[in-house]
């Protein structure tokens, strides 16, 4: 008797898992990081892929437990949250005045600690950002603001 109850407890449970109130967050998929961005440096793109493309492009590796009733929902719901805020997967899409606003953030919220999230760094320690790498994105993305101020003088 008491497998039965286990047996069909299971099936609500698994049912709740194709459940996906913040849309298809799972099944957006970009091969690009930053499409139309040249990198000088390429500790950028490594730092970026470690510690930001998770949440904030449509590259994110889905750990195990992202599959999990509830635990999925607050998973999709912070990168739904993060790609709204910047999508590194569809920079080409942004103008350039939103793309130097994106840096600006960017650089000051990395610069103050703020990013990635502590709540985040939990789970995964490697995207934990040293000294140099907050240099490193910070000095990028100066330098990439001063680029996108030029071009759009310039025309």
């Keep these: ?18 459940i996906h109130p913040f849309g298809p967050v799972k099944q ?4 690009a990081l930053l499409p139309g961005v040249q990198f000088d440096d390429h500790r950028v793109v490594q730092i970026l892929e470690r510690a930001c493309q998770n949440c904030h492009s449509q590259r994110t590796k889905w750990p195990f437990y992202s599959h ?3 635990v999925s929902w607050a998973l999709e719901k912070d990168v739904a949250e993060a790609r709204r805020h ?11 005045e939103q793309k130097r606003g994106l840096l ?3 650089g000051a919220e990395i610069r103050n600690r703020q990013m990635p999230l502590p709540r985040y760094l939990l789970l995964h320690s490697e995207a934990r950002l040293s000294d140099a790498d907050i240099q490193v994105l ?13 071009s759009v003088e310039g025309e």
């Design 138 to 150: 910070y000095e990028w993305t100066r330098s990439e603001r001063r680029s996108l101020k030029k």
């Design 1 to 18: 008797m008491t497998k039965q109850i286990c047996a069909l407890a299971i099936f609500p449970v698994m049912a709740l898992s194709l």
């Design 104 to 106: 600006t953030s960017m």
């Design 68 to 70: 999990l009733p509830f």
């Design 28 to 31: 957006q998929h970009s091969q």
């Design 86 to 96: 910047m999508d590194l997967s569809i920079w080409d899409q942004y103008s350039p």
